[in-house]
């Protein structure tokens, strides 16, 4: 790669492989013929720009977006969007999407027989202050079955979604709880290599944000590039 100022690229086993055979559907996900670039046209590299005002302010509450309390644990997930030099990302579009507290999406390819929760509809959106802050009121997702392999069970997570400046810039990644006795069997989550990376996807708890008598609270940064990177799924 050529070098460019300013710009530290991740070390090698830092991000998801595409290919990671433990991880079935990465067999046919993968791809097998070289990368093509394609040259982004306008509409991919300009907009949309985003505020404040353009979600919700009781989006970041998945608690509160029907008549009744869900079902579960009440948990608060915050953070902070960086770029590879600690530098706070602000007006960054973040989206949450997850199980309930019983395991299940609702989702109709999720076939899981667990109960659906009729006051958890499972996702949220915020934008980034200034500091490139942001913050969710949820509902501690649910561990759940999946037919990767033999008795295969999913540790408890949370999917994110950040849009940046354009289209071009989204980013997908997980976030794992600290001490899931499921993680060393996730071929997910074991997807990176790089065992320091790996960690990088589980939050820790929090004391600053836990709330007295309702929520215990959990940190996650995510980093955006560079070698400090969070990793992202492909």
């Not at 006051?119 to 915020?126: E, I, L, R, S, Y």
């Not at 969710?136 to 979604?161: D, K, L, M």
């Not at 993680?183 to 960690?199: G, K, V």
């Amino acid at each position: 790669m050529k070098f460019v100022a300013g710009y530290r690229p991740p070390d090698p086993g830092t991000q998801p492989d595409h290919l990671h055979p433990a991880y079935v559907s990465s067999i046919k996900r993968s791809p097998t013929q070289p990368q093509v670039k394609i040259p982004y046209t306008l509409s991919e590299i300009t907009g949309p720009s985003f505020d404040a005002g353009l979600v919700s302010p009781a989006a970041h509450d998945l608690t509160r977006q029907h008549h009744g309390e869900p079902l579960g644990e009440r948990i608060v997930i915050s953070g902070r969007v960086l770029d590879e030099d600690g530098r706070s990302q602000s007006n960054t579009l973040v989206e949450i999407w997850q199980a309930n507290s019983a395991g299940r999406y609702l989702h109709e390819a999720d076939q899981h027989d667990a109960p659906l929760d009729p006051n958890f509809t499972g996702c949220g959106q915020v934008v980034t202050d200034s500091e490139g802050r942001y913050r969710f009121v949820t509902i501690r997702p649910g561990e759940y079955p999946w037919r990767n392999h033999h008795n295969a069970w999913r540790p408890a997570h949370i999917h994110f979604s950040l849009f940046g400046p354009a289209f071009a810039t989204r980013l997908v990644t997980q976030m794992f709880f600290p001490g899931d006795p499921l993680l060393p069997f996730d071929p997910i989550f074991n997807c990176t290599a790089d065992e320091a990376a790996r960690n990088r996807l589980i939050s820790t708890f929090d004391w600053e944000t836990t709330m007295p008598l309702q929520a215990l609270g959990y940190r996650f940064d995510i980093v955006l590039r560079g070698r400090d990177a969070t990793p992202m799924e492909k």
